[in-house]
C-alpha cells in the first residue's frame, strides 16, 4: 500500500507546478486526500483538502486562488496545481489520505489524523 508523490521542481517565483499523488495497492474511492507542506524546521501543515467524491475542498488562507486541488478516483490519482508560487512556498509537499467510514465527504482531520502518507516531494521556489 503506497502513495507516491510526483511533479517536485525548482521553480522561479511567479512560475507554476503541478503535483500528483498516486495511490498503488489501495483505491482512493474512500478517502479525503490532503496535500501538506512542511518547510524547513517547521511543523507539517495542511495545504489542501479534498473530500472522497471531490464534493468539499478546503486551502490554507495563503494558497486561495493560487492553488486547485482535485482528483481522478478512477486514477486514484489527487493532483494540486499550484500557480503564482511565492518563495514561501518552498518545501516538502506530502499527500496523506484519511479513510471517510461513513461516506460523508469529510475533509482532513489535520496531520495527525491522517492514515498514511507518501513520502513527499521537493518544491523549491527561488530565484
Known amino acids: 500500500l503506497q502513495l507516491v508523490e510526483s511533479g517536485g521542481a525548482l521553480v522561479q517565483p511567479g512560475g507554476s507546478l503541478n503535483l500528483s499523488c498516486v495511490a498503488s495497492?489501495?483505491?482512493?474511492?474512500?478517502?479525503?486526500v490532503g496535500w501538506f507542506r512542511q518547510a524547513p524546521g517547521k511543523e507539517r501543515e495542511e495545504v489542501s483538502c479534498?473530500?472522497?467524491?471531490?464534493?468539499?475542498?478546503r486551502y490554507e488562507e495563503s494558497v486561495k486562488g493560487r492553488f486547485t486541488i482535485s482528483r481522478d478516483n478512477a486514477k486514484s490519482t489527487v493532483f494540486l496545481q499550484m500557480n503564482s508560487l511565492k518563495v514561501e512556498d518552498t518545501g516538502v509537499y506530502y499527500c496523506g489520505v484519511y479513510a471517510d467510514h461513513h461516506g460523508i465527504d469529510r475533509l482532513c482531520p489535520g496531520a495527525d489524523g491522517m492514515n498514511r502518507w507518501g513520502s513527499g516531494t521537493l518544491v523549491t521556489v527561488s530565484a
Open positions: 495497492g489501495f483505491t482512493l474511492h474512500y478517502y479525503a
Open positions: 479534498i473530500s472522497m467524491r471531490g464534493v468539499n475542498t
